[in-house]
């Protein structure tokens, strides 16, 4: 995104518009419901740039690139990714991290978050440890050299627990800035 400030409406009102992701130069993306996309010839298949062009809509659409930039954009980002659930989200985030990374999460996920991070410990090595979400004093002691991640959801599932997502950050960025605080929001969103 540009430093140009861009009003919140006018971000979401024009969203797509003026990309000419069609033969027919739509003003607005039209939403793709093909599974797969042609190559004009032997040499475009041979050529195939994944970042440019379409193939496959498990990989990628027009619909979905818009989406993706239009949400990096509503962030402030320089990307953001677009998948099918939560798990796919989760798993995306934490191809991430290796063998012997320390992930510290809070105490109040969706249970199959839990049962994810046991198999990522129990086939992966990756070591979790769980914090209660409210005593940050308690976070800075579980912080160590190995810390890659702090992984918490706010409102949590299912207790609707709120944590102070700016304080885990500024937290764990003072300890290193390499860390990575995630925040996985399936419940709320953003005020528009």
Do not use: C
């Amino acid at each position: 995104m540009s430093d140009k400030l861009i009003d919140i409406d006018t971000l979401l009102a024009q969203a797509g518009n003026r990309d000419n992701h069609d033969q027919y130069h739509s003003v607005s993306t039209p939403i793709y419901l093909t599974s797969n996309f042609r190559h004009r010839d032997l040499e475009d298949a041979e050529t195939f740039d994944p970042h440019k062009q379409y193939s496959y809509s498990r990989l990628s659409t027009p619909t979905r690139s818009v989406l993706q930039k239009t949400l990096a954009d509503l962030e402030g980002g320089a990307n953001a990714f677009a998948v099918s659930s939560g798990m796919a989200a989760i798993q995306l985030v934490f191809s991430l991290f290796k063998s012997g990374d320390e992930i510290i999460t809070s105490n109040d996920l969706y249970g199959g978050s839990f049962r994810y991070f046991d198999y990522l410990a129990d086939h992966y090595g990756v070591k979790f440890s769980k914090w209660n979400g409210k005593d940050y004093e308690k976070l800075s002691e579980l912080v160590t050299a190995k810390t890659r991640a702090v992984w918490l959801e706010t409102p949590s599932n299912s207790t609707m627990k709120i944590i102070d997502i700016q304080k885990v950050a500024n937290l764990i960025h003072d300890a290193n800035r390499k860390k990575l605080p995630a925040n996985l929001n399936l419940i709320s969103i953003p005020p528009v």
